[in-house]
């Protein structure tokens, strides 16, 4: 058990790692990273000063300007929080019920397998087919919701699942022998065992959730979205609007996933220290 | 009544541990059960935990309420060692009380998670889990593994002022600590 925890700290650690080995020069890990986005930035400068062809490669500065502009614009706030608001609400749904469905899933095998089929249909159906499908049966305004909570829930589903079979069996045991309750165990055996796999699906399934949650407002078109705002800029062809809104996506999700992973290490060590 | 054991057989695939073993042991006694490694003394009390299922024969008069040390520490590596007494102590789980037994036995580093105590010191918080929970037989296998002999002589006091009339059966192969224990011996 002991290896595998470690195996994967290490997995989630391998950024703390490399911070740590240079922790002689605290500095070098952000001056590496700020030169790498640094350099892509003038190479995408360069690149479209080439090309000079706007409408095929927009330069950073011109993004850049753009962004700031939307920035003023009366809607912009309520644009992202339309858009923020059903795609969290769709991931969050989706880590409750892929929880919930973990945990009846490793205590009755049955249900594994029952969810075996639907499960893998999720995980394998491309998500344009889904959000054709789901125009159907939805309203454009949520179609997003769903579309992020059916990406999300594999992901949390599958790595949860694998972190309660993967539970200590001494711990079990132990918990059994000594009468240990079930909230007990969960604080003490079952969270602590999953906490690698939850940090880990939680960190992939922030980003996938904003991907297909935007492809689904891009396609269904809600009124007062984000993804009207790109579909607008491709009727327009404007590369700036596109790229700037393509920030601001990569912005919030990267803004969110930080808050959020920050939150639930908190948690756990709050809960740790208890 | 006595502990009984009874014609016990157990095989793990082609691998017979145990072959119709019997024993009797003594409640409210300290009964220490000695042998090489191999003869099959964890899988004896594995069966006497009620964790393994013996192939065939029984195993009479365990009380219900029991506690262990077991062969590894099984501790909840990422909490203090109060948390990890506190987990097995029910709801009425005194803190100062804990904190006292873990310090009568030189733990006293009440902040730092056990995953970053020593091997010796894993198995002192283990020990104390087992000895503070509620329970009418204690379960010890190879407990004084890994501490040095001034530790397992005190470890070994601290045990015997608090068993306080409960079962004890210890699995061990060293005649040392069959000797300091005290008890009734019983060889595999």
Same mark, same amino acid.
């Given at each position: 058990?002991?290896?595998?925890?470690?195996?994967?700290?290490?997995?989630?650690?391998?950024?703390?790692?490399?911070?740590?080995?240079?922790?002689?020069?605290?500095?070098?890990?952000?001056?590496?990273?700020?030169?790498?986005?640094?350099?892509?930035?003038?190479?995408?400068?360069?690149?479209?000063?080439?090309?000079?062809?706007?409408?095929?490669?927009?330069?950073?500065?011109?993004?850049?300007?753009?962004?700031?502009?939307?920035?003023?614009?009366?809607?912009?706030?309520?644009?992202?929080?339309?858009?923020?608001?059903?795609?969290?609400?769709?991931?969050?749904?989706?880590?409750?019920?892929?929880?919930?469905?973990?945990?009846?899933?490793?205590?009755?095998?049955?249900?594994?397998?029952?969810?075996?089929?639907?499960?893998?249909?999720?995980?394998?159906?491309?998500?344009?087919?889904?959000?054709?499908?789901?125009?159907?049966?939805?309203?454009?305004?949520?179609?997003?919701?769903?579309?992020?909570?059916?990406?999300?829930?594999?992901?949390?589903?599958?790595?949860?699942?694998?972190?309660?079979?993967?539970?200590?069996?001494?711990?079990?045991?132990?918990?059994?022998?000594?009468?240990?309750?079930?909230?007990?165990?969960?604080?003490?055996?079952?969270?602590?065992?999953?906490?690698?796999?939850?940090?880990?699906?939680?960190?992939?399934?922030?980003?996938?959730?904003?991907?297909?949650?935007?492809?689904?407002?891009?396609?269904?078109?809600?009124?007062?979205?984000?993804?009207?705002?790109?579909?607008?800029?491709?009727?327009?062809?404007?590369?700036?609007?596109?790229?700037?809104?393509?920030?601001?996506?990569?912005?919030?999700?990267?803004?969110?996933?930080?808050?959020?992973?920050?939150?639930?290490?908190?948690?756990?060590?709050?809960?740790?220290?208890? | 009544?006595?502990?009984?054991?009874?014609?016990?057989?157990?095989?793990?695939?082609?691998?017979?541990?145990?072959?119709?073993?019997?024993?009797?042991?003594?409640?409210?006694?300290?009964?220490?059960?000695?042998?090489?490694?191999?003869?099959?003394?964890?899988?004896?009390?594995?069966?006497?935990?009620?964790?393994?299922?013996?192939?065939?024969?029984?195993?009479?008069?365990?009380?219900?309420?029991?506690?262990?040390?077991?062969?590894?520490?099984?501790?909840?590596?990422?909490?203090?060692?109060?948390?990890? +007494? &506190?987990? %097995?102590?029910?709801?009425? *789980?005194?803190?100062?009380? /804990?904190?006292?037994?873990?310090?009568?036995? @030189?733990? !006293?580093?009440?902040?730092?998670?056990?995953?970053?105590?020593?091997?010796?010191?894993?198995?002192? +918080? &283990?020990? %104390?889990?087992?000895?503070? *929970?509620?329970?009418?037989? /204690?379960?010890?296998?190879?407990?004084?593994? @890994?501490? !040095?002999?001034?530790?397992?002589?005190?470890?070994?006091?601290?045990?015997?002022?608090?068993?306080?009339?409960?079962? %004890?059966?210890?699995?061990?192969?060293?005649?040392?600590?069959?000797?300091?224990?005290?008890?009734?011996?019983?060889?595999?």
């Amino acid at each position: 058990m002991q290896g595998r925890n470690r195996h994967h700290d290490g997995k989630s650690g391998g950024e703390f790692k490399s911070r740590h080995i240079v922790g002689s020069r605290p500095n070098r890990y952000w001056i590496e990273r700020a030169a790498a986005i640094l350099f892509a930035l003038v190479l995408w400068q360069a690149g479209a000063m080439l090309l000079n062809r706007k409408l095929l490669l927009v330069t950073p500065v011109a993004v850049a300007q753009r962004l700031v502009s939307l920035c003023a614009e009366a809607g912009f706030f309520k644009t992202i929080a339309f858009s923020f608001a059903r795609i969290m609400f769709g991931y969050f749904l989706a880590l409750i019920i892929g929880c919930v469905l973990a945990i009846i899933a490793g205590r009755f095998h049955i249900a594994e397998v029952t969810l075996w089929p639907f499960i893998h249909a999720i995980k394998s159906v491309p998500v344009a087919s889904f959000i054709i499908l789901c125009l159907i049966w939805l309203s454009s305004r949520n179609l997003s919701i769903f579309i992020s909570f059916l990406m999300v829930l594999p992901i949390i589903y599958t790595n949860m699942l694998q972190g309660i079979k993967s539970t200590d069996a001494g711990l079990l045991e132990m918990a059994k022998l000594f009468r240990v309750g079930l909230l007990k165990k969960m604080k003490y055996i079952y969270l602590p065992q999953i906490k690698p796999y939850l940090l880990s699906a939680c960190t992939i399934s922030i980003g996938m959730s904003w991907k297909a949650g935007i492809a689904a407002e891009v396609i269904g078109i809600p009124d007062g979205s984000i993804g009207e705002r790109l579909y607008e800029a491709k009727v327009y062809l404007s590369s700036a609007d596109l790229f700037a809104w393509t920030v601001v996506i990569i912005f919030v999700s990267i803004l969110f996933e930080k808050i959020f992973l920050f939150l639930l290490k908190r948690f756990y060590m709050r809960l740790e220290k208890s | 009544m006595d502990i009984v054991v009874s014609d016990l057989v157990k095989k793990f695939g082609d691998n017979l541990v145990l072959d119709r073993f019997s024993a009797t042991m003594e409640r409210n006694g300290i009964t220490c059960i000695m042998g090489p490694s191999g003869c099959g003394k964890t899988t004896l009390l594995n069966i006497m935990m009620g964790l393994l299922h013996p192939d065939s024969g029984s195993v009479e008069g365990v009380p219900h309420l029991k506690s262990a040390v077991f062969q590894e520490d099984r501790l909840c590596e990422a909490f203090n060692a109060v948390s990890n +007494v &506190a987990l %097995v102590c029910g709801k009425k *789980a005194d803190k100062t009380q /804990i904190k006292a037994h873990l310090e009568s036995i @030189g733990i !006293d580093d009440f902040a730092k998670p056990v995953g970053e105590f020593s091997g010796g010191m894993k198995r002192r +918080v &283990a020990i %104390v889990r087992a000895i503070m *929970a509620r329970s009418d037989i /204690i379960f010890l296998d190879e407990p004084f593994k @890994g501490l !040095d002999e001034n530790t397992r002589d005190e470890t070994i006091g601290y045990i015997k002022d608090h068993i306080g009339g409960r079962t %004890v059966i210890m699995v061990t192969h060293n005649a040392d600590e069959v000797k300091a224990l005290g008890g009734r011996l019983i060889e595999m």
